[in-house]
C-alpha cells in the first residue's frame, strides 16, 4: 500500500507539473503580443519627450541605425540603436543611446537627442541605480536637473566647461553627490563627439559637388 501511495503521489504531482507548465506556456502566447505593444508604447513614450510628435512625421521606432559596443564612445554593452526623426523627408534629429560607466552605484543607462545643427534635444535616464534622494535626481521623475543639458552643444559651452562646477565647469552637481552628475555630463558629451564624428552617415549629408562639375 506505501508502494502504491507513492506512485499515485508522483502521478499528481507530474500531472500538477505539466498543468502548471501548460498554463504558463499559454499565458505567455496569449500575452506575448500585449506585452510587446506595451514595450513599444513605453519606448515611443521616451522618445517623445525628446522629439515630441511635433518635430517628425516618421516613426522613430521603425527607422533606426545600430550601434554597439565597437563604439568606444558610447560605452554600450549590448547592441542598440540610433533612432532617427524626420521632417518631410530630412533627417532634423537623431537619438543616440549612451552608457555612463562611471555613476556612484554602477553604469547609468541614457538616450541624447541631438538635432541636425549639433545642439541638445534632450536627454533622459533610462536605467540607474543611483542612490535615492541624491544621486536619482538625474531621473526627470525625481528632478528637472537633466533638463539643463537642452540647447548646449560642443560649442556652447566650451569643452573645459563639460563639467560640473565643482571641476570647474557649467553644470550644477547635486547637494552631497558629485559622482553622478559627473559621469552624466561625460557620458552626454561623449555622445555629442559621436553625433560630430558620424554625421553623414546619421544625417545623410553629401560632400558638395565641385565647383564646375565633373572635369
Not at 62 to 85: F, M, S
Request: aromatic share 4%; proline share 4%; charged share 25%.
Amino acid at each position: 500500500m506505501l508502494g502504491q501511495s507513492i506512485t499515485r503521489n508522483s502521478l499528481l504531482l507530474a500531472l500538477f507539473a505539466v498543468c502548471t507548465t501548460a498554463l504558463i506556456a499559454g499565458t505567455h502566447l496569449l500575452t506575448k503580443d500585449d506585452i510587446a505593444k506595451q514595450k513599444r508604447l513605453a519606448e515611443e513614450k521616451a522618445l517623445l519627450e525628446i522629439i515630441p510628435r511635433n518635430r517628425h512625421d516618421n516613426s522613430m521606432l521603425d527607422e533606426t541605425i545600430a550601434v554597439g559596443p565597437d563604439n568606444e564612445e558610447l560605452h554600450l554593452i549590448e547592441d542598440k540603436q540610433v533612432y532617427i526623426a524626420r521632417q518631410q523627408g530630412e533627417v532634423v534629429a537623431v537619438i543616440v543611446p549612451t552608457v555612463a560607466p562611471d555613476g556612484y552605484t554602477g553604469e547609468i543607462e541614457l538616450i541624447v537627442g541631438v538635432n541636425r545643427d549639433g545642439s541638445i534635444a534632450g536627454v533622459r535616464t533610462l536605467v540607474h541605480r543611483e542612490t535615492p534622494g541624491l544621486g536619482d535626481k538625474v531621473d526627470i521623475k525625481k528632478s528637472d536637473w537633466i533638463l539643463g543639458f537642452e540647447g548646449r552643444s560642443l560649442t556652447n559651452p566650451t569643452l573645459s566647461g563639460w563639467a560640473v562646477k565643482k571641476d570647474n565647469g557649467e553644470f550644477d552637481q547635486f547637494t552631497g553627490a558629485t559622482i553622478t552628475p559627473r559621469a552624466v555630463v561625460a557620458a552626454t558629451l561623449r555622445a555629442l563627439q559621436f553625433v560630430q564624428a558620424n554625421r553623414k552617415t546619421l544625417f545623410e549629408e553629401r560632400d558638395p559637388e565641385p565647383a564646375g562639375g565633373e572635369s
